[in-house]
């Protein structure tokens, strides 16, 4: 089966860091992605772990362990515009395959 | 920066109407796919197509869906007898194929439906 698992809901403070996990399980694994989505908007691709290890992108970074089924977000200096919801999603082995979202995670941003 | 397009933003339609849902993908990528996000829920893949034909299909995707890529720059979704619960947001993507980082699949902005 196919599952991937990420709280519902966070909180953070703006200027803060908050880090948001998953764990997945799927039957076959060629890339785990992080995506953020606006109310009414498309997902936004931010990052992609195919190996273990820490991708950095500016404000946010994402780790992987594949072994462990388990990735993070963590997002540094947060801004009022970063309140969204962050999908966490795995792909298949082929070039074509499908994505599988979990069912993401609202972050709301306080001053 | 290149990206994916899609007509109409929002669509609405009387129950066992057929609706067409157009997408451009970005124009050097290969694979290319339908995804739809009912309000409040997950996103969910539906379908994927590569070389003229599909590749991969959930088990959402059923006869009254079909896919098409009429030319060198359209995609398109078809669904040929609407229902209620086919109200959704609609999502084209597509990606280049390559190993690593350009495996990443880019979304469109979405076609929101809504079936009467």
């Known amino acids: 089966g196919q599952n991937i698992d990420q709280p519902t809901e966070m909180t953070a403070t703006e200027g803060a860091i908050v880090q948001i996990n998953c764990t997945y399980q799927?039957?076959?694994?060629?890339?785990l992605f992080w995506y953020q989505q606006h109310a009414g908007e498309a997902p936004t691709f931010l990052s992609y772990?195919?190996?273990?290890g820490l991708e950095e992108k500016g404000r946010f970074s994402s780790f992987l362990s594949r072994s462990k089924g388990y990735s993070y977000l963590l997002l540094k200096e947060l801004q009022m515009k970063d309140s969204a919801s962050y999908l966490c999603?795995?792909?298949?082995?082929?070039?074509?395959?499908?994505?599988?979202f979990g069912s993401g995670t609202r972050l709301s941003i306080r001053p | 920066e290149p990206e994916v397009t899609q007509t109409p933003s929002h669509q609405v339609t009387q129950m066992g109407q057929e609706v067409i849902l157009r997408c451009v993908p970005i124009?050097?990528?290969?694979?290319f796919y339908w995804y739809r996000q009912i309000l409040g829920q997950k996103v969910e893949f539906l379908v994927s197509?590569?070389?003229?034909?599909?590749?991969?299909k959930s088990e959402i995707f059923d006869d009254q869906f079909s896919v098409e890529r009429p030319d060198g720059s359209n995609f398109t979704l078809k669904i040929r007898s609407t229902k209620l619960e086919d109200s959704a947001m609609y999502f084209c993507?597509?990606?280049?194929?390559?190993?690593?980082?350009?495996?990443?699949?880019?979304f469109g902005p979405g076609t929101r439906l809504l079936v009467l």
């Open positions: 993507a597509s990606s280049d194929g390559l190993a690593g980082r350009q495996e990443t699949q880019y």
């Open positions: 799927t039957s076959g694994f060629n890339g």
């Open positions: 772990n195919v190996l273990d």
């Open positions: 999603a795995v792909k298949g082995y082929s070039s074509a395959s499908k994505i599988i």
């Open positions: 124009s050097n990528h290969l694979y």
């Open positions: 197509f590569y070389n003229n034909e599909i590749s991969e």
